[in-house]
């Protein structure tokens, strides 16, 4: 039973935070707050999610690469143990076949990219020479239900402080707060997303090489994408509230977007600071260090977007499809970039002129919402070429 | 008129709440009751979410 996928799920987790509340009343002397969720998560992972022992096995060898890495050796250079720790991720992705075993059957598992992701991050912050994270902790962070199949990414020093809060972060003004966003996804998930599913884009014939026909597509994929995502992600901040945890935001009006940096602000923000963090930032540093590049700061920026962005279409899948529309969202960002760093040299805008600022803002709008629908529409394969 | 703007102003979240409840409701006999027209997408079990798959 995965995480909003059943009526069941929704009965299930009634129970879970009725204990929960219930603890905070009759156990809180007994049970700490961050044992309690952490035996929630743990019950649900054994009981009702598919393949628990294998999350299990990337849990003990994820936390023996950051401790051996981190705490025994203090390794200063990331990479090898980033390397070890998106292995079984890249293997799944790649379909890797080795020795006759087919690697996906015994690593594979429902969530296992936004856990990896989850894991990277606990890697890439921890400082040397400083405390190892209790296991108790990172497991807590890591399996926590309602962000654990498709996220949104948190990161575990704002997941900890939440957890130590305790229970009095389980109060009625977030209950509310929290049933408030849960319906909000309901609605967007079940019967918006449904409805488009059902009567708009599912009789599309996504084979049609008409250019009407494949303009309704890509309108009509990407609108479902978005009330399908958002639609999750709302349910998941609103369980998480109604835990105790503010899990991030992740869509904030996307389609208000006016530029490519701020598209990813609005857009599966949670994932686009991820890749800032940890992907943009080291990039940028280590093209900062090499001689030919030095004298070039634009250049630097734009590898540096346009490899983050590669390589986001790389996660998604190594086909053709992501690979191109990562690529596409990388030109994106460059042309944006190229374009602010160009305005701020000639000390105007070079593209739009004198118009207002409202004549700007609307064009701004609609050309980024045709743009990244181009994008969209790419990454859902159903372009019939 | 001036009284209705008023009364709407106040009482807006009131307004989006019933809306999005009557959604929900109204969606879900539409998609999901046995009376609904689509029988083969009924089963609940068959929803999953698009980036699942990632």
């Not at chain 1, 987790?13 to 204990?19: D, H, N, Q």
């Not at chain 2, 409840?21 to 009924?42: H, K």
């Amino acid at each position: 039973m995965l995480p909003f996928s059943s009526i069941d799920f929704f009965l299930l987790f009634a129970i879970l935070v009725g204990l929960l509340y219930l603890a905070k009343v009759l156990l809180h002397r007994y049970i700490p707050f961050s044992g309690m969720l952490l035996l929630i998560s743990v019950i649900y992972l054994i009981f009702f999610y598919p393949k628990p022992f294998h999350i299990a096995i990337l849990l003990i060898y994820s936390y023996m690469i950051y401790y051996i890495f981190t705490c025994l050796f203090q390794i200063q250079n990331k990479l090898p143990g980033v390397f070890l720790l998106v292995l079984p991720m890249i293997m799944v992705k790649t379909n890797t076949i080795a020795a006759n075993i087919e690697w996906n059957e015994f690593i594979s598992f429902a969530g296992l990219s936004y856990i990896t992701f989850r894991i990277v991050s606990v890697y890439m912050d921890a400082l040397p020479n400083s405390k190892p994270v209790n296991f108790f902790r990172y497991t807590s962070y890591l399996i926590f239900t309602p962000s654990l199949l498709i996220g949104p990414i948190d990161r575990l020093n704002r997941f900890s402080v939440d957890l130590d809060g305790g229970y009095s972060r389980l109060n009625s003004s977030r209950f509310l707060e929290g049933w408030q966003m849960m319906i909000f996804g309901i609605l967007y998930k079940f019967i918006i997303a449904e409805a488009i599913n059902r009567y708009w884009l599912g009789p599309i014939d996504a084979g049609s090489k008409e250019i009407l026909v494949m303009i309704n597509s890509m309108y009509a994929y990407y609108a479902y994408l978005y009330f399908d995502f958002a639609g999750y992600s709302a349910m998941a901040i609103g369980l998480g509230k109604i835990m105790g945890i503010d899990v991030p935001i992740n869509f904030n009006k996307p389609f208000m977007a006016v530029n490519p940096q701020d598209y990813w602000r609005r857009w599966h923000k949670s994932l686009g600071d991820w890749l800032k963090d940890y992907f943009f930032m080291p990039f940028y540093k280590a093209f900062t260090k090499w001689k030919f590049m030095k004298p070039y700061p634009l250049f630097r920026q734009n590898v540096s977007l346009f490899l983050t962005f590669l390589l986001m279409g790389c996660w998604n899948g190594f086909k053709g499809n992501y690979i191109l529309s990562g690529s596409i969202f990388g030109v994106y960002s460059v042309v944006h970039n190229s374009y602010i760093y160009y305005c701020r040299k000639n000390g105007r805008d070079i593209v739009f002129g004198n118009l207002s600022p409202l004549t700007v803002k609307i064009l701004s709008i609609f050309i980024m919402i045709n743009l990244t629908a181009i994008a969209i529409y790419v990454f859902s394969g159903r372009i019939p070429f | 008129m001036n009284s209705i703007i008023h009364w709407v102003r106040n009482h807006q979240q009131w307004l989006i709440n019933v809306i999005v409840y009557l959604a929900i409701i109204l969606g879900s006999l539409l998609m999901y009751s046995p009376y609904s027209n689509n029988p083969e997408n009924q089963p609940s079990s068959k929803i999953k979410f698009v980036y699942q798959q990632f």
